[in-house]
Structure formats: C-alpha cells, structure tokens
C-alpha cells in the first residue's frame, strides 16, 4: 500500500487492523466505525486527511501516527503509546489516553483542541521549528494535563480561553519564550502545578521563591489576566502561590516574564503587588527589578496554606513614600520621638505597621520614644477606593544613651584621685569619654580615675550614633586639718602641755623639750623660745601641720612705783611680758589686806585707782600669780 491515497472505511466492530509496516501507510482519511485497530511498534502510519473514531472503537498506537487533518475521537478508546503527530484540530469526547513515555505532537497552524473530559498527556509537543506565515497557535476548548513536558516549539503559542492546563506534581512547562508562550485571549484560564518541593523556577512557570526555611509543598497556578488598579494596569501574567508551611519574611519571591506581558508601552520600573482576594484588591509590595524580565520582592509572608496571588503594576514611586524625621538620617535617638510621614494622597487612610507588633493611624503619626520600639522596616499602607498602596522606611531604634554616674570625691585637698564611674542604663555597652576630644573607653560600666577637682562634661555615643551628655562635678571632701593649739608662753624652767586636735596621727617638730613628740599632747620644757610644727594625718592619709609658738621668759618683779601724775613716768603699773600669759592673775591689797584691785589676764593699764576713785599715796601690797607654779609678790608705792 505503499505510496497509494486510500480511504479506509471500517464499518465493522469485529474488524481487526494490524498496521506492521517499515515504510509509510499514507490514508486520504480513517474513519473507524467501531473495529479494532493497532498500529503496531515500528509503523509508520500517515492520514492525510482526518481520523474519526465512531462507534465505540479502539485505536491503539504503538509506533508513529501522522494525521495531517483532525483527530475525532467521538466515542470508544483511543490509547498512545508511541508517538502521534497531528495537524488539525483535536476532538476527544470518550477514553483518551496517553501512556507513561509517549509523545503527543500538535504542528498545524491554527488548531483547537476540545473535548467533554479532561484530555491527559504525557509529552505534549505544540509547535515546530519552522516559522509559519500565520505563527502557531493552539486554542483550548478543553482542560488539558501534561505529565511530563508540555514542550513549547517553534513561533506562536496557546491561548488559555478560559480554560487550565495541569501540570499536576511531575508535569513542566519547557522551551516557553517570548515568541512561543500560554497567553490568555479570553479570561480565568491558567497552567499549574502541585505540591513541588523544588522552589526554583517551579515546572518552569517562572516563579521561585528563595528562603532558608522549609516550606513544604508548593502550589502555583500561572494565569494572564488583566488587573487594574489605582496607578494603572497590570501586566498580563499573575501567580497564585500557596505552601503547606508558612511563608516567613526571609522568603523572597523571583516574578519572571515576558515583556511582551506588559498591558501598556513598558514605563521605568514595575512594582509586586500582592492580593489575597483573587484580586479585588491590590497591596504593593516592597520589590525591585532584578533584570530585564525578573522582579523580587522583599520579602513576602503567608500563613500556612493561605493562598497570595502575585502580578506587577507599573511603579509610580512618586505616589507613595514613606520617610522618617530624625536628627540622624534613619534613626531614632532615646532623646526623640519617632516621627513617620507619608506621601499626602487625596482620600486615602493611612495605616501604618512594623516591628513587634507596632501599630499607627494617620499620614504622620508622632509617638514617644519608648523600649517596645524595635528596629525594622515600618510600612505604611494607603487605601484609596479599592486599591491599596504600600511604601516603607527602614529605620534603626536606638537602645539608648542615658547612664548612671557615680562620683568618688578628691579625699585631700590638691590631690588627684577623684574617679567618675558610668554604666549604661540599657545594660549595653556606650561610647563614653571626658569632654569632646577625649579618648573614648566602649563597655557597659566604665570607671574614670585620677581626677582633680572640678567640672566634667560625660559624652555616651551609641552604635548609631546618639548621644547623651551630662555635666558631672568632682568636689574635694571637707578638709579636716590640725590644730597646734593656741601660742603660749611659761618662765623659764616650767612646763607645758601642747593641746593639738583634728586628725588620727601627730607627729612634733622639733622634738627638743617634748617628752613624746608623735602624741597629740606632748609636755614641753623647751630652754629657750621655740616654734613647734605639728603635722598631722586623717584616717584616709590626708595630711596637713600648723604651729604653735612656746616662749620661754624669765620671771620678773613688777615696777615697785606707780605715780599717775600725768607727765608720762610710770603713770601706769608695768609688769614686763605679763602679756604672755593671759590667764595671769593680778591683785593689789593696802596694809589693812583689803584688795583695791585685782585682774585675770592684766594688761599694764592700771592707773592707782580703786573703785572710789584714786588711792592714796602709799605703800601696797601685790601679788602675781603667772601660772600655777610662778607666783611673784612685793609691795608698791604711789606717789604723786
């Protein structure tokens, strides 16, 4: 039959064919009405035109089968375990099956494929090599499964029509471009696979999701419907994308496609935007472009199996930003509130989120510093209608700058061992140093020694740069210094007791006429007039001396005539150094023994009066009492 044009019409359901040829069956048309036929392996069968199935018969293919028309597969069985190539359009509507390993080939130039049940293949080839006039194109009026590689070859593409293509847990997409691509002419359809482990490029849909935790089994369903939002269109591809463990925030998603996808003339940049309402409504998501016909995100979150369906608008960054006021760009000092701003966009609300569980309202809200703020990005989210925006700003919480000081004062006057110790109140560690040049010590507690009296100024720096400075004073503690006592004075001969006070240690100098020179109260016999230095110690080592002067006379007779007549000789009674003692005693008595005068402490001022007025010339009677061991008495005359 080799090289003939004929057409087989097999009417009978007991008929069997058996095609077992090394060469090429070549058939007008096949139309099986209800017999049995095989192509068995290593034939090679061609129909130039259609094949129809009638009547529930059986076509089973175990070689190659070319059908350059359509395949009517209206009721019976229809099996592939080789290889069938067709050219036209594609009907099965009863048991249509293609085995583990076969290949099913649509190369024509516009086919449709439909049926009432869904249509399984293993390998499913659409395309060739060769560029058609019209470009390929396969349409779907039927949900089709691929279980191996739907392979894509050649120019042109199918177009969903609103129906699915399951990739199911092994199938993959392959050789997509963007010539020969799934595009969507009507709306809802879409290709998708399950429950993957692998999350890079998952079948080939171009979707892959980056993170360093397990997630489990992904689902993702690849569509190309249009969105509209608030800033425009979307492109034409979306991903719905759920896994069995939750999605944390280091996963990062990789959105791939064609800029032949883009709705409108391709503007700057495009930005993510997520929606968990199949697309009612769109948040923007923080991503960027990685390169030509690649987006990331940063990050993304789900809930264990909560389904996010993912598409990219054109980025409008002027319409949305988030900034944060602060002394330092980015960071927010224990001395400041945090001040957050967004963009001002007409008839929106504003809702603002970000670490540890930190919420706000408004377009600028202002909140005091306190430790429940955490560094991280704060988002800001505006809804306008139906659409949502979103922007954020990454800001650094400081852990704060304020401390504790504890002063040691000088201990003795002129010294420098006054310490300032100063400890993070956050309990981590600062920057601290003494004044704006100082040398900086980092640690929790830092302790500065060896310091004089006076002012200080503390600097405490944080990682991020605050500040907090304090004025710190280092004073000298109260000086207890020694006493001598006060100067005296005793006849030559006698005996004294030095009083000294104040301190915890004497020490005499010098020792001559002391019979302990390191007590506080030594008895000095000094033979002449001396000048005694006490130095003296306090318990914590400060030092200090003072002096006391012993003058040493001889003990001498009063004038013996007072004549108070005004011309200047001995108008007064002169008892040479009785100044020296001033707890000397002085008493004057007439020759009856009545005391005229007396005086503690006499100054060489009395005048011969008595307290009558002026005595009369006579002769007196004094005694002088020095101390308790020099006593001096005699008479005295008056004489005017």
Known sequence: MSNKKIKYKLACCFIMLFFQM???????????????????????????????NRNNGTITNDGTLLIKGSLNHFSGTFTNNKEVTLLGNLLANSTFTNSQNSAFRLTGNLQQVAGTNLLSFWDLFVG???????GQKVGLNQNIAVRNQL???????????????????????????????????????????????????????????????????????????????????????????????????????????????????PKAAFALSNSQDEGKTWTETQSYSDVDGRLLSVPIVANAQQANRWTAFEQNTAQLQATLKSSIA???????????????????????????????TGRTPVIDFSPNLKSGDYVVTANISSSVL???????????????????????????????????????????????????????????????????????TDDLGCQTTKMVSVKEQTQILVDAGKDVAIIKGSSVQLQASGVTTYRWEPAIGLDNPNIANPIATPDITTLYKVFGSTAQGCESSDEV????????????????????????????????????????????????????????????????????????????????????????????
Request: aromatic share 8%.
């Open 330 to 360: 980015g960071v927010v000092c224990s001395s400041e509130k945090l001040q957050l701003e967004a963009t001002d966009i007409a008839g929106a609300t504003y809702t603002w989120s970000g670490p540890n569980g930190f919420k706000a």
């Open 151 to 265: 392979n894509l070859v050649g120019l042109g593409y199918i177009n969903l029509n609103g129906k699915f293509i399951d990739l199911g847990t092994t199938g993959s997409l392959v050789g997509e471009n963007s010539n020969n691509r799934i595009r969507e002419e009507a709306k809802g359809g879409y290709i998708q696979a399950t429950r993957r482990t692998n999350p890079f490029n998952i079948a080939g849909l171009g979707l892959s999701l980056q993170s360093d935790n397990n997630l489990g089994e992904i689902t993702v369903r690849r569509g190309h419907d249009l969105f509209v939002g608030v800033i425009g269109n979307s492109m034409k591809r979306y991903f719905d994308v759920t896994a069995s463990n939750a999605i944390t925030p280091t996963t990062k998603l990789l959105f791939q496609y064609f800029n032949e996808e883009i709705s409108q003339t």
């Open 549 to 640: 002067l012993v003058t040493v006379t001889s003990m001498t007779m009063p004038d013996r005539v007072l004549s108070p007549n005004g011309d200047g000789i001995n108008d007064l009674w002169v008892i040479k150094d009785i100044n020296l003692f001033p707890n000397s005693e002085v008493s004057i008595s007439d020759r009856r023994g009545i005391i005229v005068f007396s005086a503690t402490g006499y100054q060489n001022n009395w005048d011969g009066k008595g307290d009558n007025g002026p005595l009369p010339d006579a002769t007196y009677y004094f005694v002088v009492k020095f101390d308790e061991t020099n006593i001096v008495k005699g008479t005295l005359t008056i004489i005017r």
């Open 128 to 134: 060739t090599p060769f560029v058609s006039p019209t």
């Open 390 to 460: 979103t922007a954020s700003v990454s800001v650094k919480i400081s852990s704060g700058t304020d401390f504790d000081v504890v002063v040691k004062d000088v201990l003795c006057q002129n010294n420098k061992d006054g310490t300032i110790k100063v400890t993070s109140k956050s309990g981590l560690p600062l920057s601290f140093k003494i004044g704006a040049n100082g040398t900086p010590q980092i640690g929790v507690s830092v302790e500065f020694a060896n310091l004089a009296q006076g002012d200080y100024t503390i600097f405490a």
């Open 22 to 52: 090394s060469g090429q069956n070549i058939f007008a048309q096949l139309i099986n009405n209800g017999a049995k036929i095989v192509v068995k392996q290593g034939a090679t069968i061609s129909s130039s035109s259609r094949v129809d």
